[in-house]
């Protein structure tokens, strides 16, 4: 096993765990990564218990759909078209009424998330690589890659508001609940904090690495920044660093903060840290054996659920507190699943699609959670597209598209 060794910083007060170097050596020598648990390590039983019925989880693939998930049955019920390339972030807004989707080909989609319909499409300026909600769902805040820049759309008339001040490729961004913060990190190897209310930076923190995710306290008290270099640095609100993790098996390519528990989720390769804010220590791993870099992460509102998608396509499910996957890995993307959004676990969107948007139907084959293999030749290209955007449509074999690991600057 790792040992994590935490180290008091002169002058700053932080403190930084990083992996014995020896015991890093060790696992390597047994190809195992630096983050990856004792196999005989035990952890608290959990006990098993079925995800909640009707809970949906959304997915944002570089084979430039989106798909509607059945948490519960691990089933995708459609796959919505009408990028024109990968799409890179994927988002519910907390009212649970918006579905937002930020792709490669430099557009932002709005969608019903209660029947999947296309409502709307806002071109930017550059790929949207992540995006975040307000706590009131008023605006969607997006990570504008090359055009170095913080978009703000509204929900209500898709008004757009700019936020220019990054030095290069914004590559991430998040919110606070609880205050009027906007939070971007980019190439450019700094955090921005933003006042809404003034549209203007009201702090600049340096990291030292481009910032490739981002996460953020409910009350705005820690800012968590995943670095290039596969550290994670902790703020305060004043930009002083408290914290740093190091020694990951590879650069942690999304955050999430599980509300309830302060639990910060970091994804690696094979694998999802459960880290503890408060000990600032790894606790253990949601295990992905053999899933490659895992791109994306999410938790439901009251952090029992966590959810993952990899660079190969496939979904994960994991109960929280628990090493091993909840059901054996769920393929339906052609490519990376770069995005990931759930429901609340109380509340839900409906069971599929309106009639007029036809679900996928269920492909027993699948169900054990067998990589799908592409048949046939590739598919037609895809139909005119309606004044109100194109329908979801049944699935169809598509020709693989390799994974494509974001690039800074692109």
């Known amino acids: 096993a790792n040992r994590f060794i935490a180290t008091a910083s002169e002058g700053t007060g932080g403190l930084y765990i990083h992996v014995d170097p020896t015991a890093k050596a060790a696992a390597a020598a047994k190809d195992a990564t630096p983050d990856e648990p004792k196999k005989d390590d035990p952890l608290p039983a959990v006990p098993k218990r079925a995800p909640p019925e009707g809970m949906r989880a959304f997915t944002a693939g570089h084979?430039?759909?989106?798909?509607?998930?059945?948490?519960?049955?691990?089933?995708?019920?459609?796959?919505?078209?009408?990028?024109?390339?990968?799409?890179?972030?994927?988002?519910?807004?907390?009212?649970?009424?918006?579905?937002?989707?930020?792709?490669?080909?430099?557009?932002?989609?709005?969608?019903?998330?209660?029947?999947?319909?296309?409502?709307?499409?806002?071109?930017?300026?550059?790929?949207?690589?992540?995006?975040?909600?307000?706590?009131?769902?008023?605006?969607?805040?997006?990570a504008g890659g090359v055009?170095?820049?913080?978009?703000?759309?509204?929900?209500?008339?898709?008004?757009?508001?700019?936020?220019?001040?990054?030095?290069?490729?914004?590559?991430?961004?998040?919110?606070?609940?609880?205050?009027?913060?906007?939070?971007?990190?980019?190439?450019?190897?700094?955090?921005?904090?933003?006042?809404?209310?003034?549209?203007?930076?009201?702090?600049?923190?340096?990291?030292?690495?481009?910032?490739?995710?981002?996460?953020?306290?409910?009350?705005?008290?820690?800012?968590?920044?995943?670095?290039?270099?596969?550290?994670?640095?902790?703020?305060?609100?004043?930009?002083?660093?408290?914290?740093?993790?190091?020694?990951?098996?590879?650069?942690?390519?999304?955050?999430?903060l599980a509300p309830e528990d302060g639990t910060l989720y970091a994804t690696t390769t094979n694998g999802v840290l459960a880290i503890d804010v408060k000990a600032l220590k790894v606790a253990y791993t949601h295990a992905a054996p053999d899933a490659g870099e895992l791109r994306c992460v999410a938790t439901t509102s009251d952090g029992a659920w966590v959810l993952a998608g990899d660079a190969g396509g496939g979904m994960w499910l994991w109960q929280k507190g628990a090493r091993d996957a909840y059901r054996p890995r769920a393929q339906e993307h052609e490519g990376a699943v770069n995005g990931i959004a759930v429901t609340p676990e109380e509340t839900s969107t409906e069971d599929a699609p309106a009639k007029d948007e036809p679900a996928k139907k269920d492909d027993p084959a699948k169900k054990d959670g067998a990589p799908k293999a592409p048949d046939g030749p590739p598919p037609p290209p895809d139909a005119p597209k309606s004044p109100d955007g194109p329908a979801p449509v049944p699935d169809a074999p598509k020709a693989p598209e390799a994974p494509k690991a974001p690039e800074a600057g692109k």
């Open 63 to 142: 084979d430039k759909t989106w798909r509607m998930w059945g948490v519960d049955t691990g089933i995708s019920t459609g796959q919505m078209l009408g990028h024109e390339n990968g799409v890179w972030c994927i988002g519910l807004s907390p009212d649970e009424t918006n579905l937002v989707t930020g792709s490669e080909d430099r557009t932002v989609r709005f969608w019903n998330a209660q029947n999947a319909k296309h409502v709307a499409t806002v071109p930017i300026d550059g790929t949207a690589r992540g995006l975040a909600f307000d706590d009131d769902s008023a605006f969607v805040y997006v």
């Open 147 to 256: 055009g170095s820049k913080v978009i703000q759309i509204s929900l209500k008339d898709r008004a757009i508001k700019e936020y220019a001040g990054h030095k290069g490729a914004v590559l991430c961004v998040a919110t606070s609940e609880d205050t009027a913060r906007v939070y971007s990190g980019g190439e450019d190897q700094v955090v921005l904090v933003w006042d809404t209310t003034k549209g203007e930076v009201v702090n600049s923190i340096v990291v030292g690495t481009p910032v490739i995710a981002l996460a953020v306290a409910s009350d705005g008290s820690r800012v968590y920044a995943a670095g290039e270099d596969g550290s994670i640095v902790i703020f305060d609100p004043a930009g002083k660093p408290v914290g740093r993790i190091e020694g990951l098996a590879s650069p942690a390519r999304a955050l999430d």
